[in-house]
């Protein structure tokens, strides 16, 4: 056995809580494990849009890269940054009981009434399906970008006249860095796998996949899935604003995703509920029916744009 598993992990708060929840579970089951820290791109260049960098797998490369040269022999991920096709040679080997799924919005220090449809409320976010879900409900809200890790963000917003940013829940809660100062979106469909902590290896590796196996969560692997089909279906990144959420209730899964236009003034949305034991190809199926009724125009103006 690798003595002890090396498990690669970004510097920030956030990524090495991840990481360190992995080498936990790992030690409940009797494997010695070390954590090895890696940059990422992403990490490094906190000015330029992510919708501008090729952003799908911009979290992940360089892990990515160090899993396939042998320097670590498991990377942990916010699921929700993993591009929805794995590099060759690389495998899921475990999904993490799954986190708060839902958005948060951290109203600024001077933060005014936003349901005053006089008022003009100033929100930071780079999320593109933050912005068009945003938009579509506060028009005339001007949105803003808002770039780095959980706890530079937040600094920016404390610095700046916004009226608020919005951030996981799942992210600030995990690091105890949720301020009272914030609300629950609940209106707000998260991103395909928010909320989720994924493990990968290489898929040659079949004793790292043989650890990571006693913690790989069925509901959580499965309701991911079926997100991340939708939006693979989608042909969805980063820079698409597409949502989706899956969820086994008493036995069933109950599905919702959507897609906005950039400006968040048209919106196409889908719901979906089948036996859990039927929910096999559920993202792909409804991702054809979204299309179908009205979000191929959509995705198309997103792609000329």
């Known amino acids: 056995m690798h003595n002890p598993i090396r498990i690669g992990t970004r510097e920030s708060q956030l990524?090495?809580?991840?990481?360190?929840?992995?080498?936990?579970?790992?030690?409940?089951?009797?494997?010695?494990?070390e954590l090895v820290y890696i940059r990422s791109e992403g990490d490094v260049d906190l000015t330029t849009p992510l919708y501008e960098m090729g952003v799908q797998g911009i979290f992940t490369r360089s892990l990515d890269i160090a899993l396939l040269d042998n320097r670590i022999d498991l990377a942990v991920h916010s699921m929700k940054d993993v591009p929805t096709r794995l590099p060759q040679g690389i495998t899921q080997a475990a999904v993490l009981e799954r986190g708060p799924v839902s958005d948060?919005?951290?109203?600024?220090?001077?933060?005014?009434?936003?349901?005053d449809a006089h008022y003009i409320a100033n929100i930071a976010t780079s999320s593109i399906r933050r912005k068009a879900q945003w938009l579509h409900r506060?028009?005339?809200?001007?949105?803003?970008?808002?770039?780095g890790n959980v706890n530079t963000r937040l600094r920016k917003l404390e610095e700046s006249a916004w009226d608020g940013a919005i951030f996981a829940q799942a992210g600030l809660?995990?690091?105890?860095?949720?301020?009272?100062?914030?609300?629950?979106?609940?209106?707000?469909?998260?991103?395909?796998?928010?909320?989720?902590?994924?493990?990968?290896?290489?898929?040659?590796d079949t004793q790292v996949?043989?650890?990571?196996?006693?913690?790989?969560?069925?509901?959580?692997?499965?309701?991911?899935?079926?997100?991340?089909?939708?939006?693979?279906?989608?042909?969805?990144?980063?820079?698409?604003?597409?949502?989706?959420?899956?969820?086994?209730?008493?036995?069933?899964?109950?599905?919702?995703?959507?897609?906005?236009?950039?400006?968040?003034?048209?919106?196409?949305?889908?719901?979906?509920?089948?036996?859990?034991?039927?929910?096999?190809?559920?993202?792909?199926?409804?991702?054809?029916?979204?299309?179908?009724?009205?979000?191929q125009a959509i995705a198309d103006s997103i792609r000329n744009d």
């Open 15 to 33: 990524a090495v809580w991840q990481a360190t929840r992995v080498q936990q579970l790992l030690e409940q089951q009797g494997y010695a494990s």
């Open 209 to 295: 996949l043989d650890a990571c196996m006693h913690f790989n969560n069925h509901h959580a692997a499965l309701c991911t899935t079926i997100e991340r089909d939708f939006l693979r279906t989608l042909l969805g990144g980063c820079s698409t604003p597409i949502s989706a959420l899956a969820v086994v209730q008493d036995g069933q899964l109950v599905f919702k995703g959507n897609i906005l236009s950039l400006d968040g003034s048209k919106k196409v949305e889908i719901e979906k509920v089948v036996m859990e034991r039927d929910a096999e190809g559920l993202g792909q199926e409804a991702a054809y029916e979204l299309l179908a009724n009205g979000g």
């Open 104 to 115: 948060l919005l951290v109203l600024g220090k001077n933060a005014g009434p936003l349901d």
């Open 173 to 204: 809660e995990r690091i105890s860095l949720r301020p009272e100062n914030s609300i629950v979106l609940n209106w707000m469909l998260p991103a395909p796998a928010q909320g989720a902590i994924v493990a990968v290896c290489r898929e040659a």
């Open 138 to 147: 506060y028009p005339a809200h001007q949105l803003h970008n808002l770039r």
